[in-house]
């Protein structure tokens, strides 16, 4: 088998791979009382999984704390249109240690846009970097 066509297989095997020509997805997370929750997010994508990140006092980190199910789908930047089919899936939120992978993810995605926006200094609050997973189902 040559390259191009194991790579062809793998993609065909990752059911993300139809977002990797988008800029933008957006995850729609639900509260505890099943309300939805759309967000528009940037991605990074690695054997496939999805990864993004957010500030750890996001509210989409809580719902998923609390259920990891979600939607996701391609849309523009503000998220109003859907430019793909949108799909189930798992998030999950990760440990530290995963956060390389995650981060050199997004970064090979979004350049330097995304490594100036997580050099920013943050408040002194609590509020910190975080990084989640979100996985096919």
């Known amino acids: 088998?040559?390259?191009?066509?194991?790579?062809?297989?793998?993609?065909a095997d990752n059911p993300f791979s139809y977002l990797d020509e988008y800029q933008f997805i957006r995850l729609t997370t639900f509260r505890k009382s099943g309300v939805a929750v759309p967000t528009t997010v940037w991605f990074g994508q690695d054997n496939g999984r999805l990864y993004v990140t957010t500030m750890n006092t996001a509210g989409k980190i809580k719902r998923i704390r609390?259920?990891?199910?979600?939607?996701?789908?391609?849309c523009d930047?503000?998220?109003?249109?859907?430019?793909?089919?949108?799909?189930?899936?798992?998030?999950?939120?990760?440990?530290?240690?995963?956060?390389?992978?995650?981060?050199?993810?997004?970064?090979?995605?979004?350049?330097?846009?995304?490594?100036?926006?997580?050099?920013?200094?943050?408040?002194s609050t609590n509020m910190e970097r975080v990084y989640f997973a979100i996985e096919p189902v």
Do not use: C
């Not at 088998?1 to 993609?11: D, H, R, V």
């Not at 189930?88 to 993810?105: T, Y």
């Open 1 to 11: 088998m040559t390259n191009e066509s194991a790579n062809t297989k793998s993609k």
């Open 66 to 74: 609390n259920n990891g199910h979600v939607l996701l789908a391609p």
């Open 77 to 123: 930047r503000t998220g109003q249109t859907i430019l793909g089919k949108e799909i189930e899936a798992h998030a999950h939120l990760l440990s530290k240690s995963e956060f390389g992978q995650a981060h050199a993810s997004l970064a090979a995605k979004y350049g330097e846009q995304f490594t100036a926006i997580t050099a920013r200094a943050l408040p």
